[in-house]
Structures are given as C-alpha cells and as structure tokens.
C-alpha cells in the first residue's frame, strides 16, 4: 500500500487505535494530520511520527474548530486524500440512568463528530477528484451490548452514516467505509483497569469476550482501516468491516 504524498487526516489520533492508524499510514509515506482535542498530545505524537505530519488541537464536535482545521490542512498541503472518522469514548448506563448532558456528549463526538468533519473534508476531495473516508465504529453496534446505551446508539449512527455518505459520494470518487473494532487493549482500557476494584479479574471478562480469549490490539484495527483507505480496497463502498476476535459470531 502506497500513501506516497497521500495526505490523511486521523481524528482522536493522539492515543490507542488512532495513534495506531496515524503511525501506520505515516510508514506507508503519507504526511499525517494528528488530530486531537489533546493538542499536546496530539504535537507529541506528530513529532514521533516525523517526515510532514503535523499535530492540530480540534475537537470534532465544535463546527468552528473543525472548519478551521480543515481549512489549515488544505492550504498547507493542497491536499486531503483520507480522513478517518476515528475520536469517540464510552461510558456505561442505559437509557434510565444516563443524564441527558452526558447522552448529548457522547453524541456530539461520536457521531456529530463524523458529520462535521466529514461536511468539511468532502468538498476538498470532491474538488481534487476524490478521496476515502474511513469510519471507526464498533462491534456492539451490530449485536447490542448491556450497560453502554448511548454508545452503542451512537456507533449504529456511524454504521448507517457510513451507508448514507457512502451513496451520496460515491460519483465524486469518494469511498466510505466503516471498521467495527471488537474490545481493543487501548489506553481507554488502562484508565478503567487503574480504577477497577479487581483489574486482574475486569481483564480476563475482556478477554473472554471473544473466541480467541485475549483484546485485540490498536494496531490489529490500523491494519484493517489503512487497508480501507487504500487503493486496494477500491470496489469496498458502504462496507463495515467488523475486525473483533469472533466476538460477534460468538
Ligand atoms: N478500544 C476499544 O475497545 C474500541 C472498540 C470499538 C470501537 N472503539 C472506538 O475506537 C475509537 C478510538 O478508541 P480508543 O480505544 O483508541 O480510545 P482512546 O481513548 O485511546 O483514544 C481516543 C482519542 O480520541 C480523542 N478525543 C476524544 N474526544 C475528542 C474530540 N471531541 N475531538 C477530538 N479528539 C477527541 C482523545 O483525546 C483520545 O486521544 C473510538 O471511536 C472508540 O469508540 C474502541
């Protein structure tokens, strides 16, 4: 796969799956766009990266931030070939005890997050004759999961979002696809160990989620998502690539 001045936007890229991708595309020759609402994290992770990639503080759920990065991208490089959709967080409850702040949250990154960038990108890659979006939503979204609610209603938006993009943009030469990771040892998960009474034991209830009896790692998803945006994908249009250990076969 070759992103030889290729220039690719990874959202939530500062940690876990998204520092994963960003890595990845950057060795496969593509200038990286390192785009976190943790901006030093964000220029921390660009400076490991090297070559042209560069790190952008921008939350993806404020219109203005995401306009004006996109905007800063496209004038530095001329350029946008892939963005992937990838910031998101979780956090448990169901439709009882979730606070309606806390629901409007969670919706304003994970899914409006991808509308807005995406809103903003779509025109530049029409513009230079097309591009790949690359979305990261969730195995949970297919099969439900207790306890997690407001985001696995979220992650069902990005799956069908993905269908909806995928048709609107599919003349501009722009191809939109979906990966929907199983339960992936990120940072995400290091934090709830570091809380969790018994981390040994919340641990192994991870791994045992899938057939294969372990997490998957940010770097088994990279894999799936820089493939998606390659060339070598060009007939995957609308697609959600489930890469989850057979958890939802399971
Ligand atoms: N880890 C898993 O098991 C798993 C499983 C399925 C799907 N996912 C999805 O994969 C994506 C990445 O998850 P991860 O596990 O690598 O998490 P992570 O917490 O390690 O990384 C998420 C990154 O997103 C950034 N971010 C959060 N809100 C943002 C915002 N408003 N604007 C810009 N950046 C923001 C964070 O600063 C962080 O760097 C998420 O969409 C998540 O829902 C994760």
Same mark, same amino acid.
């Given at each position: 796969?070759?992103?030889?001045?290729?220039?690719?936007?990874?959202? +939530?890229s500062?940690?876990?799956?998204?520092?994963?991708t960003a890595?990845?595309?950057?060795?496969h020759?593509a200038?990286?766009?390192v785009?976190d609402v943790d901006?030093?994290?964000?220029?921390?992770?660009?400076g490991?990266?090297?070559g042209?990639?560069? +790190? /952008?503080?921008?939350?993806? *759920?404020?219109?203005s931030?995401?306009r004006?990065?996109?905007e800063?991208?496209a004038d530095?490089?001329?350029r946008?070939?892939v963005?992937?959709?990838?910031?998101?967080?979780?956090?448990?409850?169901?439709?009882?005890s979730?606070?309606?702040?806390?629901?409007?949250?969670l919706m304003?990154v994970?899914l409006k997050?991808v509308?807005? /960038? *995406?809103?903003h990108?779509?025109?530049?890659?029409?513009k230079? +004759?097309?591009?790949a979006i690359?979305?990261t939503g969730?195995?949970?979204?297919?099969i +439900?999961?207790a306890?997690?609610?407001?985001?696995?209603a979220?992650?069902?938006?990005?799956?069908?979002?993905?269908r909806?993009m995928?048709?609107?943009?599919?003349?501009?030469?722009?191809?939109?696809? /979906?990966?929907a990771p199983?339960t992936i040892?990120?940072?995400?998960?290091?934090?709830?160990?570091?809380?969790?009474a018994?981390?040994?034991a919340?641990?192994?209830?991870?791994?045992?989620r899938a057939p294969?009896?372990?997490?998957g790692?940010?770097?088994?998803?990279?894999?799936?998502?820089?493939?998606l945006?390659?060339?070598?994908?060009s007939f995957?249009?609308g697609?959600?690539?489930t890469?989850?250990?057979g958890?939802?076969?399971w």
């Amino acid at each position: 796969m070759d992103f030889e001045g290729k220039v690719v936007i990874v959202t +939530g890229s500062a940690s876990g799956i998204g520092r994963a991708t960003a890595g990845l595309f950057a060795r496969h020759g593509a200038s990286v766009v390192v785009a976190d609402v943790d901006g030093s994290a964000a220029e921390k992770a660009a400076g490991e990266l090297g070559g042209r990639s560069i +790190g /952008c503080k921008v939350d993806v *759920s404020k219109d203005s931030e995401v306009r004006t990065m996109v905007e800063l991208v496209a004038d530095s490089f001329g350029r946008i070939d892939v963005l992937v959709n990838n910031a998101g967080f979780g956090f448990r409850g169901n439709v009882v005890s979730i606070a309606e702040d806390d629901w409007d949250r969670l919706m304003s990154v994970n899914l409006k997050g991808v509308f807005l /960038c *995406s809103k903003h990108v779509i025109p530049v890659m029409a513009k230079q +004759g097309g591009g790949a979006i690359v979305n990261t939503g969730s195995y949970t979204a297919g099969i +439900g999961i207790a306890d997690r609610a407001a985001y696995v209603a979220s992650k069902g938006g990005v799956v069908s979002l993905t269908r909806a993009m995928a048709l609107d943009h599919a003349a501009d030469g722009i191809r939109v696809n /979906c990966v929907a990771p199983g339960t992936i040892h990120s940072p995400y998960f290091d934090k709830m160990f570091a809380q969790a009474a018994d981390p040994a034991a919340m641990k192994k209830e991870l791994d045992d989620r899938a057939p294969v009896h372990r997490m998957g790692r940010p770097e088994e998803i990279a894999e799936a998502i820089v493939w998606l945006a390659s060339d070598k994908a060009s007939f995957a249009v609308g697609s959600t690539l489930t890469v989850d250990g057979g958890t939802s076969i399971w």
